[in-house]
Nanobody, 121 residues
């Protein structure tokens, strides 16, 4: 059974940083594309970043490119999202995901419960 458990969300000022982490099994990491989606207030759920089972390629949404870095550590069983230069528009509930290669919600097969990120002064 695939289980995804997010942590690391919180409140941060604009320009600040947060690091999200998602606990995954070795099997999940090796078989599925892993990544993050988010859903802000009054918005549709949207793709943020994804990483292939082999660790490459890594794809980012244009809105976060250059600010966010996705990585995974198979030994520790984690998928991480380092978020720098945060903006108010990054405020959302962030979901760890496992699925097939793609940026659509329909490409996701498994969802974490989500962790809230709030960017505000």
């Amino acid at each position: 059974q695939v289980q995804l458990v997010e942590s690391g969300g919180g409140l941060v000022q604009p320009g600040g940083s947060l690091r999200l982490s998602c606990a995954v099994s070795e099997r999940t990491s090796s078989y599925y594309t892993l990544g993050w989606f988010r859903q802000g207030p009054g918005k549709e759920r949207e793709f943020v970043a994804r990483i292939a089972p082999s660790g490459a390629p890594i794809v980012y949404a244009e809105s976060v490119k250059g600010r966010f870095t996705l990585s995974k550590d198979n030994n520790k069983g984690t998928v991480n999202l380092q978020m720098n230069s945060l903006k108010s528009e990054d405020t959302a509930k962030y979901y760890c995901t496992a699925g097939t290669w793609g940026s659509k919600v329909s490409d996701v097969r498994y969802w974490g419960q989500g962790t809230q990120v709030t960017v505000s002064s």
